[in-house]
């Protein structure tokens, strides 16, 4: 069973501050790597891909991909209060199959 | 939301009884999937389709049906409804396969009694 993991939180982060969001993966073969943000009650929303090991950023984010260690992260600068939202880690595995992460739920502190 | 729409938008059925949500996009794309979201499970696929008349099942099949007759519309029929149903659905969207680059509509939540 190819499994995506993620602490479920919440992470309380100081606003301001960077916050670190981790997850894992089963499946050495996974090529494909993104990171969703769902703020409650709504839909879930595309914020990063990345697809090779090293680092990808976009604005105030940064993913980080480690293959060999099948681990990805999501940085977040400057925390503010609007970042507050679960973060759902997923992963297109190697027989095609795609995987999500029960979530992390990020509480930035004013 | 990317040019999608899902009706209804909040259903209360009573089991045993048919639903059918409906998927509609603007965008011409080809892929084309329904998911549920339930608390400590995630999101899982139900279904998905990667053109006309062309589905799959995935990880949580088992009790849904699905149909795409045309490019834009995606329907997914739960034959004969359960409380174990009850969940919010999200259809999704996206221009090629291999990729989760996704994007999702707004939800329908449903309550089987």
């Known amino acids: 069973q190819k499994e995506v993991e993620q602490n479920s939180g919440p992470l309380s982060v100081p606003e301001g501050a960077i916050a670190s969001l981790n997850c894992t993966y089963s499946?050495?073969?996974?090529?494909?790597f993104f990171w969703y943000r769902q703020y409650s009650g709504k839909s879930p929303e595309l914020i990063m891909s990345?697809?090779?090991?090293g680092d990808k950023e976009d604005g105030r984010f940064t993913a980080q991909l480690n293959k060999a260690s099948q681990y990805v992260s999501l940085l977040i600068r400057d925390s503010q209060p609007s970042d507050s939202a679960t973060y759902l880690c997923?992963?297109?595995?190697?027989?095609?199959?795609?995987?999500f992460g029960k979530g992390t739920r990020l509480h930035i502190l004013p | 939301d990317a040019g999608i729409t899902q009706s209804p938008r909040h259903k209360v059925t009573e089991t045993g009884t048919p639903v059918t949500l409906r998927c509609h996009q603007t965008?011409?794309?080809?892929?084309m999937y329904w998911y549920r979201q339930d608390p400590g499970h995630g999101l899982r696929l139900i279904h998905y389709?990667?053109?006309?008349?062309?589905?799959d099942k995935g990880e949580v099949s088992d009790g849904y049906s699905v149909s795409r007759s045309k490019t834009e519309d995606f329907l997914l029929t739960l034959e004969s409804a359960t409380s174990s149903q009850t969940s919010v659905y999200f259809c999704?969207?996206?221009?090629?396969?291999?990729?989760?680059?996704?994007?999702f509509g707004p939800g329908t939540r449903l309550t089987v009694t």
């Open positions: 997923a992963v297109y595995s190697s027989d095609d199959k795609i995987i």
């Open positions: 990345i697809y090779s090991n």
């Open positions: 389709s990667y053109g006309v008349k062309d589905t």
């Open positions: 999704a969207i996206s221009e090629s396969a291999g990729t989760l680059e996704q994007y």
């Open positions: 965008e011409n794309h080809r892929y």
């Open positions: 499946d050495r073969g996974s090529q494909s």
